[in-house]
Structures are given as structure tokens and as C-alpha cells.
T-cell receptor, first 114, second 112 residues
Framework: DTAVSQTPKYLVTQMGNDKSIKCEQN?????MYWYKQDSKKFLKIMFS???????INETVPNRFSPKSPDKAHLNLHINSLELGDSAVYFC?????????????FGQGTRLTVV | GQNIDQPTEMTATEGAIVQINCTYQ??????LFWYQQHAGEAPTFLSY????GLEEKGRFSSFLSRSKGYSYLLLKELQMKDSASYLC?????????????FGKGTTLSVSS
């Protein structure tokens, strides 16, 4: 059973389109995250979402918006896609925001904008 | 803000021991983590330190000195499958709550 699952695994789309990536965790965790890993393999935090509290990394463009229908899901919606958005996007979860526990990662979504 | 530094690349041979260093500067420190990431895969958790000292887990050990802002990951009896990126991450109060903030990773190549 997959603990943190993302769909799709690969996504190729044209500039200007709007797309969503879905994430679900079956671990009963309270906190979920979205990370972006660029071509240099640098893993950068985009959002934290904990009990309906959204904490946004201020460097993330407002074209990116997380949506959480419930505690087990945190989807990422991207408007007006740009070439620079091409990257691997990882969803992750951890039991609680401030606990000393590791984060569990999904398998990643490789987004290519053409 | 946070600053996390680790070497970009390292090479080693099978059976050897390698130490990957990580230095960090942060406020509100709440733990240091090491992850392994194989190419095209998700990061997977290796170890966690919140107090000073050495944590041992099989072939892998991790050390932390909070006063020096320093950690290392020690890999013993290297195997070819240990070729991967090793990511140092700090949990601290930051611009995204207390999410893990990652360094840029160290790519380790193990040769026979």
C-alpha cells in the first residue's frame, strides 16, 4: 500500500495551460507539503498545510495554489504554466507540524512545460 | 533564514567508508535529517538527530553538533547501491512553518 501517492507521475503540457497534480496520504498525518526539485536537484519547500492552516513560502508565484478537500489530500493547481515551471514536484506528509518526525515523500510528478 | 551547505559530489570505492559533511545556519533549530535519493525516485529517510552525538543505524551513522551547526553522515562498507544523492535537511521555524529545509544534496558515486 502506497503511503503518499501522487498523480500523474508524468505531465507534459503547453505554456499557458492550467494543470493540477493530486496527492493523497493514507498515513493519518496532519501535515502535508509540496516541494519543487529543479534540474540541479535542489529540493525547495513551496507550501505547508496543517489543519487547514496554509503556510506559503513567499518566493512561490501566486500562479501556484494548493487545495485541500480534507486532511488526507493536498492538490497543487498551477495557472498559466511557464517554461520555468518544469521540474519534479514532490508531495510529502508528516504526523504533525512541530513534531520531531521525518516527512514521507510521494514518488514525484515530473512536469514538462513545452 | 536558513543556510545549509554540503559538498556537491563525492566518489568512493566499494567497501570503503565515506563521510558526508553538512553545515547549517538557522534559528529555532528543531532537528537535522538525512535523506537518500536515487535518480528518478523519491527521497527516503535515513536518520534523524536532535541532540548532540552519534546515532548509529546499521551501516549508516549520523552525527550532530548543535553548537557548531555541523552534522555528518557516515556510510560504512560501501556498496554499489549506495550511489545516490544524500540530502541534509533541517527542521526549523522558517518561511514555511516548520517544514524540512533541504541542502542542495551530495551526489555520491561508488565504484568497484
Amino acid at each position: 500500500d502506497t503511503a503518499v501517492s501522487q498523480t500523474p507521475k508524468y505531465l507534459v503540457t503547453q505554456m499557458g495551460n492550467d494543470k493540477s497534480i493530486k496527492c493523497e496520504q493514507n498515513l493519518g498525518h496532519d501535515t502535508m507539503y509540496w516541494y519543487k526539485q529543479d534540474s540541479k536537484k535542489f529540493l525547495k519547500i513551496m507550501f505547508s498545510y496543517n489543519n487547514k492552516e496554509l503556510i506559503i513560502n513567499e518566493t512561490v508565484p501566486n500562479r501556484f495554489s494548493p487545495k485541500s478537500p480534507d486532511k488526507a489530500h493536498l492538490n497543487l493547481h498551477i495557472n498559466s504554466l511557464e517554461l520555468g515551471d518544469s521540474a519534479v514536484y514532490f508531495c510529502a506528509s508528516s504526523p504533525r507540524q512541530n513534531m520531531n518526525t521525518e516527512a514521507f515523500f510521494g514518488q514525484g510528478t515530473r512536469l514538462t512545460v513545452v | 533564514g536558513q543556510n545549509i551547505d554540503q559538498p556537491t559530489e563525492m566518489t568512493a570505492t566499494e567497501g570503503a567508508i565515506v563521510q558526508i559533511n553538512c553545515t547549517y545556519q538557522t534559528s529555532g533549530f528543531n532537528g537535522l535529517f538525512w535523506y537518500q535519493q536515487h535518480a528518478g525516485e523519491a527521497p527516503t529517510f535515513l536518520s534523524y538527530n536532535v541532540l548532540d552525538g552519534l546515532e548509529e543505524k546499521g551501516r549508516f551513522s549520523s552525527f550532530l553538533s548543535r553548537s557548531k551547526g555541523y552534522s555528518y553522515l557516515l556510510l560504512k562498507e560501501l556498496q554499489m547501491k549506495d550511489s545516490a544523492s544524500y540530502l541534509c535537511a533541517v527542521r526549523a521555524f522558517n518561511q514555511a512553518g516548520t517544514a524540512l529545509i533541504f541542502g542542495k544534496g551530495t551526489t555520491l558515486s561508488v565504484s568497484s
